[in-house]
T-cell receptor, first 112, second 114 residues
């Protein structure tokens, strides 16, 4: 079993839809949770960073962490065709040792 | 733009050869990590350097080695290349300060081994 599970998609939605992306994990030591966006043949771009449980909002993006369920989510409101990319969740446990464990990524397609 | 640069963008090598990939960290960052991303997969952690010392290693064999220089630039060296080494190699820089874990990635080097 992988430490981090993520549905690879693709997830296809019309422009303006609310998108929900999710990851589950098995390692209860994970404390730091990130979402990255990766366009084709580019490096991952940090979107959201949260510590422990709770919600964090930044513009059209909201990240949620539920440590009791070992479940994290990223919501995108008013999705745009430019949001079409692969979304990677990543998490880390150890203080001072910044190893990120990634999901496989979910490919999102937003159609005009 | 993250300020992290990598070179070369793309290269093709033959099985058994050796390759060196380079990374220039974002200004002010003292930690660099290297990841391997196979097609359709998430990045896999190779190793991390902090102040020129290896600070942790993932499940990669010793033929994967690295260096970090005083100016915080870094190299990834891979010896005895295998076909399965074909992947996108990413470096990420961060500032090790307190409990921050924000890592910023470069555009990657795409390595093809034939």
């Amino acid at each position: 079993q992988k430490e981090v599970e993520q549905d690879p998609g693709p997830l296809s939605v019309p422009e303006g839809a609310i998108v929900s992306l999710n990851c589950t994990y098995s390692n209860s030591a994970f404390q730091y949770f990130m979402w990255y966006r990766q366009y084709s043949r580019k490096g991952p771009e940090l979107l959201m960073y949260t510590y422990s449980s709770g919600n964090k909002e930044d513009g059209r993006f909201t990240a949620q962490v539920d440590k009791s369920s070992k479940y994290i989510s990223l919501f995108i409101r008013d999705s745009q065709p430019s949001d079409s990319a692969t979304y990677l969740c990543a998490m880390s446990a150890q203080r001072g040792f910044q190893k990120l464990v990634f999901g496989t990524g979910t490919r999102l397609l937003v159609s005009p | 733009e993250t300020g992290v640069t990598q070179s070369p963008t793309h290269l093709i090598k033959t099985r058994g050869q050796q390759v060196t990939l380079r990374c220039s960290s974002q200004s002010g960052h003292n930690t660099v990590s290297w990841y391997q991303q196979a097609l359709g997969q998430g990045p896999q952690f190779i190793f991390q350097y902090y102040r020129e010392e290896e600070n942790g290693r993932g499940n990669f064999p010793p033929r994967f080695s690295g260096l970090q220089f005083p100016n915080y630039s870094s190299e990834l060296n891979v010896n005895a290349l295998e076909l399965d080494d074909s992947a996108l190699y990413l470096c990420a820089s961060s500032l090790r300060q307190g409990s921050t874990y924000e890592q910023y990635f470069g555009p990657g080097t795409r390595l093809t081994v034939t």
